[in-house]
């Protein structure tokens, strides 16, 4: 994330909500994924699996379009 806000600023508005699956089952549960991290906009899901810095920055630039 810090290499990606270097690179585009911008990208470091785009409020993220973190949190552990198994801690937060109720929530997780509403959710269609297999691997973590996902990321979602909504109930669109934007990433999902090992992140790279492009499918993250991808996934961060579609969020602030939003």
């Known amino acids: 994330m810090e290499e990606i806000t270097a690179r585009r600023p911008e990208l470091g508005k785009v409020e993220i909500d973190r949190m552990e699956e198994q801690e937060r089952a109720d929530i997780a549960d509403q959710y269609d994924y297999y691997y973590v991290p996902c990321f979602f906009l909504g109930k669109e899901k934007l990433m999902e699996g090992v992140p790279s810095a492009a499918t993250v920055e991808q996934?961060?630039?579609r969020a602030?379009?939003?």
């Open 59 to 61: 996934a961060l630039g």
């Open 64 to 66: 602030l379009e939003a």
